[in-house]
């Protein structure tokens, strides 16, 4: 298995550009995850599936921010308009039905000048 | 709320040396896990050890191994005879019960380790 796959692993945009992150899990795996590094806040959670259907998207910042899963091997995080302070890493992540198993993408670097 | 707090920022080992790192949580569940994830400069956030509560005897992966004190809400990882490529952010994690919002991950701050040679 490849391991969730994140594209692209950096993408530079101007400030009021639109911005799609995709990410696909590890086949098999009924939960995915976004999530978001920065210095300021650290790891925070964004929005989780399950089964392909958002549970929680308590942690979206803004209404600029969405997110998609149309199918089970495929997420997406878009915002738009994106703006500097949306620069950030942000990281897929998706596990199985088990007591354990998150798997963490590569993570995508999005600078936004 | 659940939350983890890690309250050494920066740390430092000497090459070969042990060094611990602290984590402490706070939850009203029983049962839940909890991990040390490394997160090189390559960004890749890889597991390093994880620990079920319901299990009394601490984990061991190698050279890594935890202290799980449950009535103390504390979980401190240990690294021996550290190693250059040990060298990473360290962050502890928190995971409530699937019925708990899905069981999502709860990171703390980190802590980041150097290894001196």
């Keep these: 298995d490849a391991g969730v ?9 101007e400030m009021g550009q639109e911005v799609t992150l995709r990410c696909k899990p590890i086949s098999g795996h009924d939960y995915l995850f976004w999530y ?3 210095m300021m806040r650290g790891l925070e959670l964004l929005i989780y599936f399950n089964n392909n259907v958002p549970i929680d998207d308590s942690g979206m910042p803004e209404d600029r921010f969405s997110a ?4 089970a091997s495929f997420s997406t995080l878009k915002i738009q308009p994106s703006e500097p302070r949306d620069s950030a890493v942000y990281f897929c992540a998706s596990r199985d039905r088990g007591p354990y198993g998150y798997t963490f993408g590569s993570g995508t670097r999005l600078t936004v000048v | 709320a659940q939350t983890v707090t890690q309250s050494q920022p920066e740390m430092s080992v000497q090459e070969a040396e042990t060094v611990t790192l602290s984590c402490t ?7 839940y896990y909890l991990f ?23 984990a061991t992966e190698n050279r890594f191994s935890v202290n799980f004190q449950k009535a103390a809400k504390s979980f401190s990882l240990k690294i021996s005879d550290s190693q250059l490529g040990d060298a ?5 994690a928190y995971r409530p019960p ?3 919002q899905g069981g999502k991950l709860i990171f703390g701050q980190g802590t980041e380790l150097s290894v001196k040679p």
């Excluded at chain 1, 796959?5 to 945009?13: F, G, K, L, N």
């Excluded at chain 2, 949580?25 to 049962?31: C, L, Q």
């Excluded at chain 2, 040390?36 to 601490?58: C, D, F, T």
């Excluded at chain 2, 990473?88 to 502890?92: D, L, S």
């Design chain 1, 5 to 13: 796959i994140q594209s692209p692993r950096h993408e530079v945009t």
């Design chain 1, 36 to 38: 978001r590094q920065t």
């Design chain 1, 68 to 71: 998609k899963m149309p199918n």
């Design chain 2, 25 to 31: 949580y706070d939850t009203s569940e029983s049962d």
């Design chain 2, 36 to 58: 040390w994830y490394k997160q090189p400069p390559s960004r890749q956030m890889i597991l390093v050890i994880r620990q079920e509560a319901y299990k009394q005897q601490n």
């Design chain 2, 88 to 92: 990473a952010m360290y962050f502890c």
């Design chain 2, 98 to 100: 699937v019925y708990n």
